[in-house]
């Protein structure tokens, strides 16, 4: 039987270092990975990759051709999954992923102490699943199962 198609996507830096630490979950599935760093690529082994310009609600011009490179990579891809641990890039394609019918999964940052980003707070209103790295940040839609660093 085929692995299913999992799409990890994480803008560079903390995002992406919390995403790596997830990998070891990602063997049993055919990983594809997405990130806002062309040499991200060294990072995840001889599994796919694709680069996407970052932006962010102050940036939003650069958002246009973000969403449509990530269009192309998920038509092309046809993920079952879709994770991210942030930022921007990510709950796009998280948004992505859920109009074409994957399952979508947004693990928030460790960084967040005291409240959701502004991403994981979007998130909440459309993910699948929505993790936090903090047990004082749950609620009905929101799970704590422990954190990633």
């Known amino acids: 039987m085929e692995k299913k198609k999992v799409l990890a996507i994480a803008s560079v830096g903390g995002h992406w270092i919390e995403l790596l630490r997830l990998k070891p979950f990602f063997d049993e599935y055919n990983t594809v990975y997405i990130s806002t ?30 969403i449509f490179k990530m ?10 999954i879709v994770i991210s ?26 960084a967040n102490v005291e409240e959701l980003s502004l991403s994981g707070k979007i998130a909440t209103k459309f993910a699948d699943k929505v993790f936090v790295q903090w047990p004082d940040l749950t609620n009905e839609k929101i799970q704590y199962i422990g954190n990633v660093l």
């Open 37 to 66: 760093k062309v040499s991200c690529k060294d990072m995840v082994g001889e599994s796919k990759f694709y680069h996407v310009t970052d932006f962010n609600r102050w940036n939003k011009a650069k958002m246009i051709g973000t």
């Open 71 to 80: 269009v192309c990579i998920f038509l092309r891809e046809r993920p079952s």
């Open 85 to 110: 641990t942030g930022a921007a890039p990510g709950l796009i394609g998280l948004l992505i992923g859920k109009i074409l019918f994957a399952k979508t999964i947004w693990i928030d940052s460790i």
